[in-house]
């Protein structure tokens, strides 16, 4: 068109575009052909799962050679969110590691595909394998939505030369003994030295607690909060009474620099923490002192008690094409060899018992009090609320530490937000009894 | 076709683009804002409920946002004087005379500008890093003891605020050095002719001439910092013990952590209406100043 020519006439144009346009429709013809001959499952995975399940891929594949796994990774931090807006954009993958407190809010989306057809079906997957406690985060109004990829709980560390110095051979069975050793440990070291680390924005110890007691902590089918019943209101009385004798420091863990090095130090003789502990404690504390701690199973109002089932799930999308294919994923992950091996790579501890039998946990000590607990762990409620819920808990929980309530008013204020919570989920409840065709699961 | 309609004519792209990107977005937002759009709404919409003006009373009852209400305060206060400060200082340096390689000096000033948050949040949280940080060894060296910057709530904010002055006074330095260079030097040769010392020029010739700009500055500033979001969310995640959570922080935290958009397009809006009140008396302060003149 240079040159005051006239503008060039449409057979010239499509002359000279013609090429381009072959190339984009061979590319794309090249596309779906890529795609009949390999499908491609993909999978999201949280954090250092996520870098560390691509190692475990080239096997799957090698044994299943239609499949092609694509492993995205989320930081955890965004995880959640990112979780909810791929399924209101309709981007959701085809299999995910969903933390198992999550399962009920994707639940209650419709998100999730019921997995219990193609668990009747399999071979590998055997629910009375795993722990009862972790199967049952998986499990919402009845229906099983997750198959549980690894576990953890919370349970005590604890420093055996200070104990016995305190005059005590062996950790605590039930709170009676508990407190009489805390007591004891308060006596013995002095001002400066505590019992027991319980940062004051941490959940999971007060839950622990509160999971031991017969008392649920939610009422009427998780339509109302129940922190004022008996149950509770002893678990936080233990908690609030730990700071109040200043067996445990209120501090928060953004003010405990290194907990690891301090733990060394004696600054404290329990920690109550989780699996991943083990492996800071082995790699941070000097070899001298290796022969120092070692882990204990949660000790609970009356023997041997309960604890909190962590960890995560691997869950199918409703939306997916591909569910068979993410079903033999799921049967991969889950067979015995690539969770010990998935231990061995991660330290993340396996949720069947199968699994446990493999040398590297069975031999490790401070494992076994992982294995003794996780017979009895128990599921928070299966409401979508909780987290929330959970985080106000902690909150008006740090509150009673520092002395700003007491333990009744604490209770009351914490039923009182979680029935503003739960508002929503009473009039669905009620709006679908009203009517049976609304929210109907298909 | 009179010129009238011609101008609307001229007008209509810019007031299609405005309305569908702008006007139906605030709209669509106020109407979620009565409502109690949720996770059970996400998943089907016979789940949301008309709540007319609940959700704002809610807001007004919830300890949370009044004290992130206050930390914005705080950082708005303490941020706006030190920022402009900041942005002026730095403006009449550079039209000073006396300075040497201005378009080097120019560029670095106003490098943290155009730089990522992100990024450059990386570096701060090492430079105040309790163990390691540059600014703890600094400190050190003169005897001062380390301290915990992003991790004790009475140090946070103020951590924050250095951030944020930092990363933004160059935007404000570029406009001041304008409204310094439109400033007629003969007004500058008279006074030094009367024996004006510089102090005197700067307050009797220099502010007076800058008034319109400092008034759309600290407009335009006073705006973007109310909605302090960034700097908490990659510094402190809102922590510790919420000191550093902003109203759009709660916004945020709300609407994408919680996904209770309804309750959080409210925020949104009490923030547009304390923003909108506080720019208006701005204005009117200064007009006040004005007339009295």
């Known amino acids: 068109m240079i040159h005051g020519q006239r503008p060039m006439r449409a057979s010239h144009r499509w002359r000279r575009w013609w090429p381009l346009t072959l190339v984009l429709l061979c590319g794309l013809c090249a596309c779906r052909h890529h795609e009949e001959d390999a499908q491609t499952l993909t999978l999201w995975a949280m954090g250092r799962e996520g870098e560390v399940v691509a190692q475990l891929m080239p096997a799957f594949e090698h044994e299943h050679p239609g499949i092609h796994v694509q492993v995205q990774q989320l930081p955890w931090k965004e995880a959640h969110q990112k979780l909810l807006t791929a399924f209101a954009g309709g981007t959701t993958p085809d299999i995910t590691q969903l933390g198992n407190t999550w399962v009920a809010e994707l639940a209650a989306l419709h998100a999730l595909q019921p997995l219990q057809p193609y668990l009747e079906q399999s071979r590998g997957v055997q629910s009375s394998d795993y722990f009862p406690g972790i199967w049952a985060t998986n499990v919402v109004d009845g229906t099983l939505y997750g198959v549980p990829w690894y576990v953890d709980t919370r349970l005590l560390f604890y420093r055996k030369d200070l104990l016995k110095a305190a005059g005590f051979d062996a950790p605590p069975r039930d709170w009676a003994e508990w407190s009489q050793q805390m007591a004891a440990l308060k006596a013995h070291d002095g001002a400066d030295r505590y019992a027991i680390l319980l940062p004051t924005n941490e959940f999971e110890q007060l839950l622990s607690l509160a999971l031991q007691q017969d008392d649920p902590l939610l009422r009427d089918g998780g339509r109302y909060g129940n922190f004022e019943s008996a149950g509770f209101k002893r678990a936080l009385t233990f908690y609030v009474g730990m700071f109040q004798r200043h067996e445990a420091p209120l501090l928060s863990n953004t003010e405990v620099s290194n907990p690891w090095i301090e733990f060394g130090r004696g600054v404290y003789t329990f920690y109550l923490s989780g699996a991943w502990n083990i492996g800071e404690f082995r790699h941070r504390l000097p070899a001298t002192q290796q022969g120092d701690w070692a882990t204990a199973p949660l000790p609970g109002p009356n023997g041997a008690g309960a604890g909190i089932a962590g960890g995560s799930s691997l869950v199918i999308f409703r939306n997916s094409a591909h569910k068979a294919q993410a079903w033999q994923l799921i049967e991969y992950l889950s067979q015995a060899q690539v969770q010990q091996q998935f231990y061995a790579l991660l330290g993340d501890m396996p949720p069947r018992r199968s699994s446990w039998q493999g040398a590297a946990l069975s031999s490790d000590p401070a494992a076994q009090a992982f294995r003794m607990q996780l017979e009895r762990v128990r599921p928070t409620p299966a409401v979508p609320e909780w987290e929330r819920i959970v985080t106000e808990m902690q909150l008006i929980a740090a509150r009673a530490a520092h002395g700003e309530l007491t333990v009744d008013q604490a209770a009351a204020e914490l039923d009182q937000r979680t029935d503003a919570i739960l508002e929503k989920r009473r009039w669905m409840l009620d709006h679908r009894q009203a009517d049976p065709a609304q929210g109907h699961h298909p | ?293």
């Open chain 2, 1 to 293: 076709m009179n010129s009238h309609h011609a101008a609307w004519w001229f007008l209509t792209p810019a007031l299609l683009v405005l309305g569908l990107f702008f006007l139906l977005p605030v709209i669509g937002a106020l109407a979620l804002s009565l409502t109690d759009y949720d996770l059970y709404a996400l998943a089907n919409i016979h789940n949301l409920r008309f709540v007319a003006l609940q959700n704002y009373w809610a807001l007004l009852h919830q300890p949370l946002f009044w004290s992130a209400l206050g930390n914005t305060f705080y950082f708005v206060l303490v941020g706006v004087p030190l920022s402009m400060g900041a942005s002026l200082a730095a403006a009449l340096l550079l039209n000073s005379p006396l300075a040497r390689i201005k378009p080097f000096f120019r560029t670095a000033l106003f490098a943290p500008v155009v730089t990522t948050v992100v990024a450059v949040a990386v570096i701060w949280r090492y430079l105040f890093n309790t163990k390691y940080g540059l600014v703890n060894y600094g400190l050190a060296e003169i005897g001062i003891h380390p301290m915990d910057w992003l991790g004790d709530p009475h140090w946070a904010m103020p951590t924050i605020i250095a951030f944020a002055v930092w990363k933004n006074f160059g935007y404000n330095m570029i406009i001041f050095l304008a409204g310094l260079q439109a400033i007629p030097l003969d007004l500058y040769e008279a006074a030094r002719i009367d024996g004006a010392s510089a102090p005197r020029q700067f307050w009797h010739i220099t502010l007076p001439m800058l008034k319109p700009t400092l008034l759309m500055v600290s407009i335009l500033t006073v705006a973007g910092y109310f909605q302090l979001f960034a700097e908490p969310y990659v510094m402190t995640e809102g922590g510790p013990l919420q000191s550093t959570v902003s109203v759009l922080y709660l916004m945020y935290e709300d609407g994408f952590k919680w996904w209770n958009l309804g309750a959080a397009s409210a925020v949104a809006f009490v923030l547009f209406v304390i923003i909108f009140v506080v720019t208006t008396l701005l204005l009117k302060l200064s007009r006040r100043g004005e007339d009295a003149a």
